[in-house]
Nanobody, 113 residues
């Protein structure tokens, strides 16, 4: 059974930093981070492709960096210069060998002003 284990969320003041981690079990390729704020739809924050190419939401460009450690089958999201509007539950997304979608349990990020 595929498992995604997320960690690194928490409470931070505006301007601070957090690093999220998502470790995937065998059978899943972690590839992206999404977030969902209260009353809003889930949105893509950042994605990393097998080529190494990355893609970011406009709202986080220049502040967030997605990276991957293939040996550990883990994807990271370094978040700097955090803003109150970054407050949300952050979800790791992974793709299975046959294109299945897998989601982490979510980790809360709260940025105080």
């Amino acid at each position: 059974q595929v498992q995604l284990v997320e960690s690194g969320g928490g409470l931070v003041q505006a301007g601070g930093s957090l690093r999220l981690s998502c470790a995937a079990s065998v059978g899943a390729n972690p590839r992206a981070w999404y977030r969902q704020a209260p009353g809003k739809q889930r949105e893509l924050v950042a994605a990393i492709y097998s080529s190494g190419h990355t893609n970011y939401a406009d709202s986080v460009k220049g502040r967030f960096t997605i990276s991957r450690d293939n040996a550990k089958n883990t994807v990271y999201l370094q978040m700097n210069s955090l803003k109150p509007e970054d407050t949300a539950v952050y979800y790791c997304h992974a793709r299975g060998s046959f294109g299945q979608d897998y989601w982490g349990q979510g980790t809360q990020v709260t940025v105080s002003s």
